[in-house]
């Protein structure tokens, strides 16, 4: 199979029903299973690929990351340079405080993000050998789902309520109307 053009680089909404097909090598009787298989040992599966664990002393260096922190490092190593070994200490202690509690909170945003993860499982349904399926979806994308579906049945009638509360009816076609 030819790999199509990148996702970005064409406006796969704008195109005929038939144009996707040609391109994505299928029709709308969906893929059959073997292809499917062959597809999947041949491109592996479509994922992105996971971030790797942070570290926790790699959180706690990055508090230090800011051009704030490097006014008050600096504050401490002149207090100290003049002889003001108090107030480089408290300039120290606030400092070592302030990466504590935000390594802390930046771990549990990470421990938090991982848990919610792994409580979303979203299902796709999918034509194999002309049958419907359902089969779990790879959202492409941290936190992104996408807006958009094409209709391969001609058009839909979909129930929107716009910011004023009020529903309206609206009528979706696809484009090869």
């Given amino acids: 199979m030819a790999v199509p053009a990148a996702p970005d680089a ?3 909404y704008a195109e005929g029903i038939d144009r996707i097909h040609d391109a994505f090598e299928t029709d709308p009787d969906g893929l059959s299973t073997e292809e499917a298989r062959s597809r999947l040992s041949e491109h592996g599966p479509n994922r992105l690929p996971r971030a790797k664990p942070v570290v926790w002393w790699t ?5 230090f990351k800011d051009p704030l ?4 490092v600096l504050a401490a190593v002149v207090s100290l340079a003049i002889g003001e070994g108090t107030d ?6 606030v400092l070592l ?3 504590i509690v935000g390594r802390a909170q930046e771990w549990q ?3 938090s993000c991982r848990a919610l993860q792994q409580l979303i499982r979203t299902r796709a349904t999918v034509v194999r050998d002309g049958e419907t ?11 992104r789902r996408p ?4 209709s391969l049945l001609g058009s839909v009638t979909d129930r929107v309520i716009r910011l004023t509360d009020r529903p309206s009816l609206v009528v979706k076609t696809g484009v090869d109307e």
Avoid: K, P
Wanted: neutral net charge; glycine residues 2%; aromatic residues 10%.
């Fill in 10 to 12: 064409v406006d796969w």
């Fill in 59 to 63: 959180i706690l260096l990055r508090q």
């Fill in 69 to 72: 922190i490097y006014v008050l």
């Fill in 88 to 93: 480089a200490a408290f300039i120290a202690a």
């Fill in 97 to 99: 405080v302030n990466a």
């Fill in 109 to 111: 945003a990470e421990r």
């Fill in 133 to 143: 399926r359902d089969v779990d979806l790879i959202v492409l994308g941290t936190r």
């Fill in 147 to 150: 807006a958009e579906y094409r």
